[in-house]
T-cell receptor, first 113, second 110 residues
Framework: DGGITQSPKYLFRKEGQNVTLSCEQN?????MYWYRQDPGQGLRLIYY???????QKGDIAEGYSVSREKKESFPLTVTSAQKNPTAFYLCASKPGQMNTEAFFGQGTRLTVV | RKEVEQDPGPFNVPEGATVAFNCTYS??????FFWYRQDCRKEPKLLMS???SGNEDGRFTAQLNRASQYISLLIRDSKLSDSATYLC???????????FGAGTRLAVHP
């Protein structure tokens, strides 16, 4: 089955530790995205990538880093520089054409204690 | 000002009601438009794309007005299962930037 997979579903980390969230897609999509969602809030764009080895900062990139070494994979690292990392993180992918639907993974709930 | 703005919620309506959501976008370079639905603690899923000519899918009708930079979603004959958050989404730019509104929450009650 084609789809987009995020792992793990739930993640707990101690304050000050870096943590990497996984996002893999087998839909052959060019574009991939990372969003953060806080309770009762909308989705805020962290990073996005249109092609391999290229990515752009979104609206709230500070404290996060990404890589796009393979078309299928777009991991997000939440660094210790991110002041409030506890949130619901969503990864999405879509074809490169403009008028196409984006598909989401099931999300990772990160809790920093 | 946010690039994509939606009606503040929540909308509390009885079953069978008609409800309309509005969304405005500030960047005239926006190129494509969508409505997504998000259930509590789940990922967003596409409800429908929005075209200038308008489009309808069963009880749902979406409209785009490029001149006013305005998108709407109309839900007729509301069902309990329509209770969710509805997200307005625009795409723009050569890098295919995908921008979400904050969402409007709909609660349909018996």
């Amino acid at each position: 089955d084609g789809g987009i997979t995020q792992s793990p579903k739930y993640l707990f980390r101690k304050e000050g530790q870096n943590v990497t969230l996984s996002c893999e897609q087998n839909l052959n999509h060019d574009a991939m995205y990372w969003y953060r969602q806080d309770p009762g809030q909308g989705l805020r764009l962290i990073y996005y990538s249109q092609i391999v080895n290229d990515f752009q900062k979104g609206d709230i990139a500070e404290g996060y880093s990404v890589s796009r070494e393979k078309k299928e994979s777009f991991p997000l690292t939440v660094t210790s520089a991110q002041k409030n990392p506890t949130a619901f993180y969503l990864c999405a992918s879509k074809p490169g054409q403009m008028n196409t639907e984006a598909f989401f993974g099931q999300g990772t709930r990160l809790t920093v204690v | 000002r946010k690039e994509v703005e939606q009606d503040p919620g929540p909308f509390n309506v009885p079953e069978g009601a008609t409800v309309a959501f509005n969304c405005t976008y500030s960047n005239s370079a926006s190129q494509s438009f969508f409505w997504y639905r998000q259930d509590c603690r789940k990922e967003p899923k596409l409800l429908m794309s929005v075209y200038s000519s308008g489009n309808e899918d069963g009880r749902f009708t979406a409209q785009l007005n490029r001149a006013s930079q305005y998108i709407s979603l109309l839900i007729r004959d509301s069902k309990l299962s329509d209770s969710a958050t509805y997200l307005c989404v625009v795409t723009r730019g050569g890098y295919n930037k995908l921008i979400f509104g904050a969402g409007t929450r709909l609660a349909v009650h018996p």
